[in-house]
């Protein structure tokens, strides 16, 4: 198995850091895991993205151009990367601020409008972690369990009481994911 | 204790350099490299190992601390990105004229001048072909992996150690920036003893030992670069690594080091389905460069493609070391564009199948 993932969207959102609780999930299960960031002047407000590669084997380039999964959190993002998902991929966008959904008839295409129910729960931080809950019933590369001993790894001790809340968000995300078309 | 972690690969050379008992970091921050000293500051290596690290008031500053570290024996490193390593390039030169061991880390950058934050490979002729003035090398080391990030750095002292010469890791703002799984090896104790010519102290059981790269005297200094030469030879001797991938039955090689290598991997693979027997030869030291190999192989190739961040700068160690053999290719993207495997596996089979030209 091998999985190449972008996470995109604005800085801020947290698509550095899902990026990095993913590739420590895959630790997790003894897959190697690469974690490739946009990296530049960018702050807060710009734009991030970050290339996540998953796999069984050694992974060769970690830099790509063509991915099995795009996680699109904003416009400019979905704009740019709606191209470089594979034939046959998938591609998983919040629908918050979108203008011009997807519109490509050869790839699965969910919404998970992660934004708006952050809000309605206990901390809007928790953002990316509904989004990565989609993702992983969309895809489920890697073990709930080993997403939850990737938390523990990757976040500092004293953010250990937040990880229910983190469990929580990602359990929402796996239920609000909705297919929006038929391949 | 060995320990597993998913790190940043100058985030792995911070941590590397901890465990391998270095003494001293002197730096001062520039992106893309900006890590390796905010992980040391964090980090705090000194109540961990002793270990000192100190933030220069600039990177003239810093070399000339690990000119004095390592005058005094100990295992000293800087690091700093491709404007920064052009400071250094006077101290270098001193330190490898007075013949000590030290480690310096490039994460380049593109450039000339102050260039980009973006990654590339162009600083490939200052670093392998001496970079300060006078004749003298660098023993240059290029990871392609965060763990090889971890891993060269105890490998650059020891050889810095070994040949009494200053060694760079030779690497860029890609793999300094990306996260991959890394073994880190147990401590490794800072040294006790420290070597002869150290200026340790005066004992009143031997000479006081100087540490100078001057010498006025034109027949010593002639003595003195031909010692140099013999040493870099041996070094080319002993101390060629590479790599080589899909090769046995390769009639097109792509040669690449660090993050070009990583994607000329794949592009091997892309060029295999499209039916192009294509191989990869990885060189791990640029200097000593691995010429044999490549003049071993030449005549049963049919072309060499050298991928680098950069207009062609490794080609030409590339030509030099085929003489003619077989035809040499160079393919590189500028100004912190990486390019892609399919990129490269469509440049491999244009440029030398005919078709779409990629000039």
């Known amino acids: ?183 | 204790m060995k320990e597993l972690k998913l790190m940043k690969g100058n985030e792995a050379i911070a941590e590397a350099a901890i465990r391998a008992g270095a003494d001293g970091y002197f730096g001062y921050p520039i992106t893309p490299q900006s890590e390796v000293l905010e992980y040391l500051m964090a980090e705090k290596p000194h109540e961990r190992t002793g270990m000192i690290v100190l933030q220069a008031e600039s990177e003239i500053a810093a070399i000339n601390m690990v000119y004095g570290g390592a005058a005094c024996g100990r295992k000293v490193f800087t690091s700093s990105s491709s404007p920064g390593i052009s400071l250094k390039q006077e101290g270098l030169s001193y330190i490898a004229g007075a013949e000590l061991p030290c480690l310096v880390v490039n994460v380049v950058r593109g450039g000339p001048g102050l260039g980009t934050i973006q990654p590339a490979q162009s600083d490939y002729f200052q670093a392998t072909k001496g970079g300060g003035h006078g004749d003298y090398r660098l023993i240059v080391l290029a990871p392609a992996s965060v763990q090889e990030m971890a891993d060269f750095v105890e490998l650059g002292f020891d050889l810095a150690f070994k040949y009494r010469n200053p060694a760079m890791i030779l690497t860029d703002g890609a793999l300094g920036q990306m996260m991959e799984k890394v073994w880190l090896r147990e401590h490794k104790p800072r040294m006790t003893e420290f070597p002869a010519w150290a200026t340790t102290g005066k004992t009143p059981d031997r000479e006081r030992n100087i540490i100078t790269s001057l010498d006025l005297d034109s027949a010593r200094q002639e003595e003195f670069n031909l010692k140099l030469q013999a040493k870099y030879n041996k070094m080319g001797e002993e101390e060629v690594r590479y790599e080589m991938t899909d090769c046995d039955d390769a009639e097109f090689l792509l040669v690449a080091y660090g993050t070009s290598a990583r994607i000329c991997q794949k592009a091997v693979q892309l060029a295999r389905k499209k039916g192009i027997r294509a191989g990869l030869l990885r060189p791990i030291t640029l200097f000593p460069f691995p010429k044999k190999p490549l003049k071993e192989m030449a005549s049963r190739l049919k072309g060499i493609l050298s991928v680098e961040m950069s207009t062609g700068q490794m080609v030409e160690d590339v030509l030099l070391a085929v003489n003619g053999q077989v035809r040499v290719e160079h393919y590189g993207r500028m100004g912190g564009i990486i390019p892609s495997p399919d990129e490269i596996a469509d440049v491999l089979e244009h440029k030398f199948t005919g078709g779409k030209n990629y000039e």
């Open chain 1, 1 to 183: 198995m091998t999985e190449e993932i972008i996470i995109a969207g604005f800085g801020g959102q947290g698509v550095l850091s899902m990026g990095k609780i993913l590739a420590y999930s895959g630790i997790m299960q003894d897959q190697e895991v690469s974690w490739m960031p946009s990296y530049g002047p960018e702050m807060r407000g710009g734009t991030a993205n970050v290339t996540v590669i998953l796999s069984d084997g050694p992974i060769s380039s970690p830099i790509i151009n063509k991915f099995d999964t795009a996680i699109i959190l904003n416009q400019q993002s979905l704009d740019k990367f709606e191209s470089f998902v594979k034939p046959g991929g998938v591609l998983i966008y919040d629908g918050n601020g979108i203008t011009r959904h997807p519109e490509r008839t050869d790839i699965s295409v969910y919404r998970v409008d992660a934004a708006e129910e952050a809000s309605k729960m206990e901390s809007a931080k928790i953002f990316n972690m509904i989004v990565l809950g989609g993702y992983l019933k969309v895809k489920p590369v890697v073990k709930l369990d080993n997403v939850v001993r990737g938390l523990e790894k990757s976040l500092p001790s004293r953010h250990h009481a937040l990880i229910p809340l983190n469990e929580k968000a990602i359990k929402r995300g796996m239920e609000i994911i909705r297919q929006m078309n038929s391949i």
